[in-house]
């Protein structure tokens, strides 16, 4: 997912086994001497990990292979059949399938002997609320298959059900999964840990007006029947499991390559996302062959909660980065960046979420870099590091750090932060500058190639590198200067700078109208990306004089803009400086987006003070029906936890500003 959710700071756990050479110095802040020893070689242990957001004992009996069939009924909301597992027996001692699930009704267990089905004796105990309720299937036979016959609940934490009206069309029900990171439990009982990787089929039957699709073969020409049948012949852990329904078409991009969205939608996401293709070959010249056969991209209803999820073959994507010019398809670049890092060489468990999410987001950028030029992919890389800074100082210095020492427990649903996305991006730059590019690209082409299709943690990622890289090019980089990256807090001393161009003089217009009060004239707007807009916001202070931000509207029209990102960053600034005339816009964009990154700092600038808590409760209860549940949650928590003041007088204009010229000249953003 590529969404750097400003709200929840996502904690990633380090796994207690890692080599404790390593961790003696993970907090070392010197500048490392460059002609220092190379890094150590881990010891064996380093590639152990242990899952503490799974029940599971894949050391013991292993899900091979997992056939579903299901029944898709919207009136009840629930997905109800069986699930069959292939089971590798593993521990010849092992007499038991302890499988995660949240909120199922578990039916009956039965095995498969002599031709037959036997019933076997199962237990479903007590739910914890992050992990639910471990279910234990007494198999004292070690059969090769296990069925479970369940049924979901319509509350489901992995699943969205939307009546007509909360669609884009308004004609059919939809709905969709969001299994990342520990919702796949919510739909079909699993071993739901990224250590377990397995083949699956499905067969779902539902009403006969909707399209059913899944992260699997699915057929562009497949015709609306209300019996479908699903193959994932390569190997997914449980995370990457995804279905959705809903009045859907498809319209190519390429041969291997389109998009599925409801009819009023596909022809502006086509256009949108028209250099997919060219993102997929430039991906498979730098780092190898695109292995999943079909790359396909679902256009979600707004209440998507996250910007994009990498599901195989079929990548979930919001539609607020529709925009209308390309600006924002570098979530497409990430998403597609997934089918390399993440769903081909996967994080062992949510704790490494750098090596998803980092190695993703470097790799996206160098998709934008050569589609979209050196220009804006620095543009990208200032605006991802600035908003990094921002956030990790107010981070616990111990989740600061790639990699967390053993003793920090956070929820699965927060453990990618914006430390894993951009502090991990930021560390393969560095390891890019260090060696070269000569050097480096070929090293990260062999890791995918190496891991392909497992499951890894951080120790093995530092032994392949140390084999490969380090090791073959002494001198480079230090031992120290790598355990400051992976353990450190911070970011490292050593980390590479970026400078933007285009942003400086996004800075300088900025500063010139703060100062005079005069908004920089078109020849210098007008050109501006979405990127500059986004920086140009990003830069004032936490508040301003109401006087300020009527003449900011007044010009660029941020109110009630199209833009999403626009939006997250204008309403925000404009409810803490008491700007009213924004209030009905910022309820307006909370009540129709569902996508987290976008409205939750709404949310939290409401929530500062009591006249701001009244008009988010009221936004909330108007938008929580067509929210998913990962979003309802998150929103329930920001006003949990506020602590709201008595509402502020609004800033007085400054004298200037209450005598400033109109802006004739100014130019609104694109979108």
Same mark, same amino acid.
């Given at each position: ?39 150590? $070689? ?33 009136? $009840? ?57 471990? /279910? ?18 319509? &509350? ?15 004609? /059919? ?74 009045? /859907? ?18 022809? #502006?996401?086509? $256009? ?19 292995? !999943? ?42 998403? /597609? ?46 605006? &991802? ?24 427990? %956070? ?93 400086? %003089? ?26 500059? !807009? ?51 816009? &910022? ?28 008009? $988010? #409760? ?54």
């Amino acid at each position: 997912m590529p969404d750097r959710s400003p709200r929840i700071p996502r904690l990633p756990v380090f796994a207690a086994l890692l080599l404790s050479c390593l961790l003696a110095a993970g907090c070392n802040r010197e500048a490392a001497d460059p002609q220092a020893a190379d890094t150590p $070689a881990p010891r064996p242990d380093a590639m152990v990990d242990t899952d503490e957001h799974s029940y599971a004992e894949p050391s013991r009996v292993a899900i091979d292979d997992l056939a579903l069939d299901l029944d898709l009924d919207f009136d $009840a909301r629930t997905l109800a059949g069986t699930a069959t597992y292939t089971l590798q027996w593993k521990d010849e001692a092992a007499t038991q399938l302890v499988l995660d699930t949240r909120d199922l009704a578990i039916e009956a267990v039965e095995a498969e002997a002599a031709g037959a089905w036997q019933p076997l004796e199962f237990a479903l105990a007590e739910a914890d609320p992050s992990l639910g309720s471990k /279910l234990t299937i007494e198999t004292p036979q070690r059969p090769a298959k296990v069925r479970v016959r369940y049924r979901t609940s319509p &509350a489901a934490s992995g699943l969205q059900w939307l009546d007509p009206a909360m669609t884009e069309g308004g004609q /059919l029900p939809f709905m969709f999964s969001q299994s990342q990171q520990i919702h796949a439990r919510s739909w079909v009982p699993l071993q739901d840990t990224p250590q377990v990787r397995y083949t699956y089929s499905a067969r779902v039957r539902s009403r006969p007006d909707v399209m059913v699709l899944m992260s699997a073969d699915n057929d562009p020409q497949a015709a609306r029947d209300g019996d479908y049948a699903f193959s994932m012949p390569q190997r997914i852990p449980s995370y990457l499991m995804a279905i959705a329904a809903g009045d /859907l078409v498809f319209k190519p991009i390429s041969a291997r390559s389109g998009v599925w969205a409801e009819p009023t939608m596909v022809d #502006r996401a086509v $256009a949108e996302f028209a250099d997919t293709e060219k993102m997929i070959a430039t991906t498979e010249a730098l780092y190898g062959p695109y292995r !999943w056969e079909r790359y396909d991209l679902l256009v979600l209803p707004p209440s998507f909660p996250f910007g994009g999820m990498e599901n195989p073959r079929l990548s979930f994507i919001t539609p607020t980065v529709i925009v209308g010019d390309k600006s924002l398809v570098s979530l497409i670049a990430h998403e /597609l960046a997934h089918s390399w890092s993440g769903n081909l060489v996967t994080f062992s468990s949510a704790k490494h979420g750098w090596m998803n999410e980092g190695v993703t987001s470097y790799v996206e950028n160098r998709i934008v870099e050569a589609l979209y030029g050196e220009e804006f992919s620095d543009m990208e890389w200032v605006i &991802a590091r600035d908003a990094l800074k921002g956030e990790i100082g107010e981070m616990p210095e111990a989740t600061q750090a790639l990699a967390i020492r053993p003793g920090t427990q %956070i929820d699965a649903d927060d453990a990618l932060s914006q430390v894993s996305y951009d502090k991990g991006a930021w560390f393969l730059q560095f390891l890019e500058e260090r060696f070269g590019r000569e050097v480096f690209d070929p090293f990260l082409r062999g890791y995918f190639d190496h891991f392909a299709f497992q499951s890894i943690p951080t120790g093995a990622f530092l032994a392949y590198a140390k084999e490969h890289l380090f090791d073959p090019n002494p001198g480079k980089v230090t031992d120290a200067e790598i355990q400051e990256w992976i353990y450190g807090p911070g970011i490292p001393a050593s980390a590479p700078q970026v400078l933007s161009p285009r942003l400086g %003089i996004v800075d300088s217009a900025r500063l010139g109208w703060r100062g005079s009060k005069q908004l920089p004239p078109t020849s210098i707007t007008g050109p501006w990306s979405t990127q500059e !807009w986004l920086h140009f916001l990003e830069g004032m202070p936490e508040t301003l004089p109401v006087a300020d931000l009527e003449q900011l509207d007044a010009a660029y029209r941020f109110t009630g803009t199209a833009n999403g990102e626009i939006a997250m960053r204008w309403y925000p600034l404009a409810i803490r400086s008491g700007y009213v005339p924004a209030n009905e816009a &910022a309820s307006a964009f909370v009540e129709k987006i569902g996508r987290r990154k976008l409205i939750i700092p709404v949310y939290e600038a409401l929530v500062e003070t009591e006249a701001g808590m009244a008009l $988010a #409760r009221e936004a909330f209860a108007r938008a929580r029906p067509g929210y998913h549940p990962i979003t309802t949650a998150s929103v329930e928590q920001v006003i949990a936890e506020a602590k709201p003041a008595p509402s502020p007088t609004p800033a007085p204009a400054t004298p200037d500003a209450a005598s400033a010229p109109p802006a004739e000249d100014a130019a609104a953003p694109a979108n």
